[in-house]
């Protein structure tokens, strides 16, 4: 049945036109929006959605969220609201309310899309689960997720992301969750959040009031923080914690854990470390252990995060890391390639990471450093990272930098070897992925 009608728009609102006529569902984008659908005119630094009404309106949409009134007289019911992107969280927490199911919130400053992929499966074997689909973890995207969930499911998986002091505090009051996760506090958006201990007060917010809190048993701040927060804490890890592995391998890419073994598809201790997170909350929502085991055997590997595949038939393999990048997500990348292919060449190609404030070259020089004490045969970097490299290992032979992808790859091909094992991470604005189809050539010619 249809959820929305003009009266629960009212009352998720405050204030605005009232009946019983029914809505479709809430939309923000005139190019997928339907007939009869609520239309949220939302307003960004390089687009305002109040500049394309008419087009919602042709596309059918019967009823209109606006913070500027139009002049045109479109014969539907208007909300007038003092700001969109509020009300669509306000529609979002309404929609959440009525649903009074289970809530999961993932943060962190790193692997949270590789969690609520392992939360996500480890749940889903058992119950039917709604989760986050792509990069839609901001204020935009989660209020969209929450607006999506079907009455059928069991419980919804919802990650969060910040760029700014705050933003976890207000994903957090539209969600409302039942349960939360922080998989790891790093060196993330430090032009806000200017240090450490900034980005734990803004990631620890999540836990402000909620049942259960579920986080990694090495981060002892962490731990403290989200004691003093949430209502009860569980702590999981691979050697130690409240849930904790029997035994690990990460070559083998598995876990003893309550007798059942468990495979895990993603690549790299942090990856284990991030199953540990998701056999916590399934053995919270009662999921047993050996279906959690089923579900995370078949997560899928996210596109361009730790994804590792072959490279044409040169028997070379690609490490696609470059969806995003910052100080810890580089060290937790380094130390998953040091633990591959032993015997083989291991190449490192690594690009700026955005977004550090003040310290960034310091950050990118202690990442150089990290890569150059791996036991890696090629370390090679562009942007900011390439000149940290030539700071700090100027005669180092293993180094290859450039100014940008095009012009690396000249240097960098003739150092590569058939069996080469090749990690590339940067920052997402970096597009490092560039290197793909370079890498593809080379090894299929």
Known sequence: MTFWTLDRVAQALGAGPRGSQTLAAVSTDTRTAGPDDLFVALAGERYDAHDFLGAAIERGCAALVVSRLPRERFGVPIYHVPDTLTALGSLARYRRRAWAKTVIA???????????????????????????????????????????VPDSADIAVIEMGTNYPGEIPIL???????????????????????????????????????????????????????????????????????????????????????????????????????????????????????????????????????????????????????????????????????????????????????????????????????ALAGPFDVVAGIGDLGAALREVAATDERVVTANDVDDLWPCLRPRLQSDAVILIKASRGVRLERLVPYLTDWATT
């Open 106 to 148: 993932i943060a962190g400053s790193n692997g949270k899309t590789s969690t609520k992929d392992l939360v996500r499966s480890a749940l889903g074997s058992v119950l039917e689960v709604h989760a986050t689909t792509g990069n839609l973890n901001n204020q935009i995207g989660v209020p969209l997720t929450l607006l999506g």
């Open 172 to 370: 957090r009051s539209i969600a409302e969750p039942d349960l939360a996760i922080v998989t790891s506090i790093g060196e993330e958006h430090l032009e806000g959040f200017h240090d450490l201990a900034g980005v734990l007060a803004e990631e620890g917010s999540v836990f402000d009031a909620v049942p259960l809190g579920i986080v990694p048993a090495t981060e002892p701040e962490l731990v403290a923080l989200a004691r003093r927060k949430a209502r009860h804490v569980l702590t999981a890890g691979l050697d130690e914690g409240d849930v904790h592995a029997q035994s690990w391998d990460v070559g083998a890419g598995t876990i003893r854990f309550r007798n059942v073994d468990v495979t895990v598809p993603l690549r790299g201790a942090h990856n284990l470390r991030n199953a540990m997170l998701a056999l916590a909350a399934a053995d919270a929502c009662g999921v047993p252990p050996e279906r959690a085991a089923v579900g995370i055997a078949a997560t899928p590997a996210p596109a361009m995060r730790s994804a590792v595949t072959p490279l044409g038939g040169r028997g070379a393999t690609l490490i696609n890391d470059a969806y995003n990048a910052n100080p810890a997500s580089m060290r937790a990348a380094l130390d998953m390639l040091a633990g591959m292919g032993v015997g083989r060449q291991r190449v490192v190609v690594l690009g700026t990471m955005r977004e550090l404030g003040p310290n960034s070259p310091a950050l990118h020089a202690d990442t150089a450093r990290a």
